[in-house]
Nanobody, 124 residues
């Protein structure tokens, strides 16, 4: 599956953004999808993941601020981000791997399809 992320931009602290990730291919519903981010000078880190049935998992730092969802009919996964903080500034990547079951992995190397990333900048 090929992935295309969008929706990044500049937002003030406390604001919201919704990222989208459009997938090509007819097997999207069989994919576990995830979001990762990479801030300047830092390693890529797990943000959220969602199974084909909608079960989701979040990094601790999300603290209820982000919601990951998907629309399998539209081949799209979303990341709604609220109460954004300057520390959330990063390039956000969507990723996926083919499995009907989410194992709980938060490891980037377990995801074998990646989008190009979308930049989120949160100003203080």
């Amino acid at each position: 599956v090929q992935l295309q992320a969008s929706g990044g931009g500049l937002v003030q602290a406390g604001g919201s953004l919704r990222l989208s990730c459009a997938a090509s291919g007819r097997t999207f519903g069989n994919y576990v999808m995830g979001w990762f981010r990479q801030a300047p000078g830092k390693e890529r880190e797990f943000v959220a993941a969602i199974s084909w049935s909608g079960g989701s998992d979040y990094a601790d730092f999300v603290e209820g601020r982000f919601t990951c969802s998907r629309n399998n009919a539209k081949n799209t996964v979303y990341l709604q981000m609220n109460s954004l903080e300057p520390e959330d500034t990063a390039v956000y990547y969507c990723a996926g791997y083919r499995d009907s079951y989410y194992s709980g992995s938060r490891v980037a190397s377990d995801f074998d399809s990646w989008g190009q990333g979308t930049l989120v900048t949160v100003s203080s």
